[in-house]
């Protein structure tokens, strides 16, 4: 299986190292070709609007949605999950840096589809609403946390700044 993780800015490294531990082909994506033959593509967290910015000057966005029609999987970590929304790739609404600023940064733990996970949130968005088909994955308090539409996911935490693996191998089977 071969998944793409957007090389432009942000915790992209993180989700290679996390990638390396599974048996899969990883391809750093930059350029619009680069999203050739991927099953599945992850948008790291980082800083969204920088992203956006930087995918428009790449003309990836296009090709990103096109790969997306065709049944690329994509999955968004923070500010890919914000990317993912501004997209449209995900019917779900969300409010940027809404427990506040870096200061307000914390590490707890959520039920991930039955699975008890570490979840460090940076700056995180929250989301206020979504779509019918969308499922609810995980929850902080009253929060969604993680949500999947078809094979499109989104954390609204960094499941990569972790040494557990299972938000990663759950993306590789949505994308198989
Ligand atoms: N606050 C950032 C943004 O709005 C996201 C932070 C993150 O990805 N950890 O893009």
């Known amino acids: ?62 090709e990103l949605k096109q790969r997306v029609k065709r049944g690329m999987a994509v999955w968004g970590t923070c500010a890919g999950a914000i990317l993912m929304s501004q997209l449209g790739l995900i019917n779900i609404e969300v409010e940027r840096n809404a427990y506040g600023g870096q200061q307000e940064s914390f590490e707890t733990e959520v ?19 979504m779509g019918e088909d969308c499922e609810v994955l995980a929850k902080y308090d009253d929060d969604i946390v993680a949500v999947r539409e078809e ?12 040494d557990n693996l299972s938000v990663h191998r759950y993306f590789l089977e949505v994308a198989g």
């Open 111 to 129: 039920d991930f589809d039955g699975i008890k996970i570490p979840a460090i949130f940076i700056r995180a968005p929250k989301i206020l609403q």
């Open 1 to 62: 299986m071969k998944i793409g993780i957007l090389n432009i800015q942000g915790s992209v490294a993180e989700h290679l190292e996390a990638l390396r531990k599974l048996d899969v082909e990883v391809v750093l994506v930059k350029k619009p070709e680069d999203l050739r033959g991927l099953e599945g593509l992850i948008l790291p967290g980082g800083e969204s609007t920088t992203i956006g910015k930087l995918m428009d000057f790449a003309g990836l966005k296009k």
């Open 151 to 162: 094979k499109m996911l989104v954390t609204t935490f960094h499941p990569e700044l972790t």
